[in-house]
Every structure is written in C-alpha cells, then in structure tokens.
C-alpha cells in the first residue's frame, strides 16, 4: 500500500497497541496476532518495536537509538488503552524527526475514547493524529498519505 518513495518509519506503543496489525495491513499482509518479541525492519523501512520498549524505562533508549534510522516517528495507541504511556513532549526525544500519531482499533472505541487517545498524542508531541483500523481499513489511507506528506522539522 506504500507508495514508491517509502520513508521509514519506526512505531512505538505498548503491547497490544496494534503495531504489528497495523504493518500487516498497510504491507498488505494477512492480518494475524504476533507478538513482537525484538525489534523487527519488515520490508527495508519499518521498524516494529516490542512494546516492552516503551513500558519500562530502561529499555526506551532502545527506542532513540533505533529511531535515529528512520524518517518518521509514529507513536501509536489503542483507543481502548485509560492511560498513556507517553509522557507530555515525549516527541522531543527525536530532534527533528517527524512525529505523527495514530489511535488504534477505533472499530471498538467510544468517541471520548477516541478524543482522549488523540489528546494524549498530541501533549506527548504529534503533529498530526489519525484514527484507523487495521481490520476494517478506516484511516489506513489517510495514515499513508500522512506518512508521505512528513517534512524534517526546521531547524529554529
């Protein structure tokens, strides 16, 4: 579903955020659960992180170091997920990398759900927010063409 110019992109989230799900839909995969166990590169420009990554701190560096390789920063939640495991400017983390967000198995969410999940994206530092959903394909193509749309941050 990528188009030709592929930017590489890392996600990051906790476990069962729908990472994984997510590559499968957009590399036009079969849809099936896999638990990330290590950093995987799927197809030369993504990087699927282990949510463990995220959930305890000493393993977040893991995330910087990895994400000094890609061209877009995409931090991901479940609509369904109370609590956020990122912090308010956690976006300032990867100097002048695009940081975009991305609200998970929107199918099964209420709208306060939704609202609250993108409201915590952009305190943690999104420039822009999609709702998606890996199984249906809602938000898939705006995800994408997101992805695309990205420019390096200016230097201030």
Request: proline share 3%; hydrophobic share 40%; net charge neutral.
């Amino acid at each position: 579903m990528m188009s030709k110019t592929k930017k590489k992109i890392i996600l990051i989230g906790r476990s069962t955020a729908g990472k994984t799900t997510l590559i499968q839909r957009i590399t036009d995969r079969k849809l099936e659960y896999s638990k990330t166990q290590a950093l995987n590169v799927i197809d030369n420009y993504i990087f699927d992180t282990p949510g463990e990554y995220l959930e305890r701190v000493t393993l977040r560096g893991a995330l910087t170091v990895t994400s000094a390789d890609a061209d877009v920063i995409v931090l991901v939640k479940d609509a369904k997920e109370e609590t956020s495991l990122f912090p308010p400017s956690y976006s300032s983390l990867f100097l002048r990398k695009p940081v975009i967000g991305v609200v998970t198995k929107i199918e099964d969410a209420s709208v306060k759900e939704l609202d609250e999940s993108k409201d915590a994206l952009i305190l943690a530092g999104a420039q822009e927010v999609y709702l998606v959903s890996a199984y249906t394909g809602e938000g898939i193509d705006a995800f994408i063409e997101g992805i695309q749309k990205t420019r390096k941050a200016e230097v201030e």
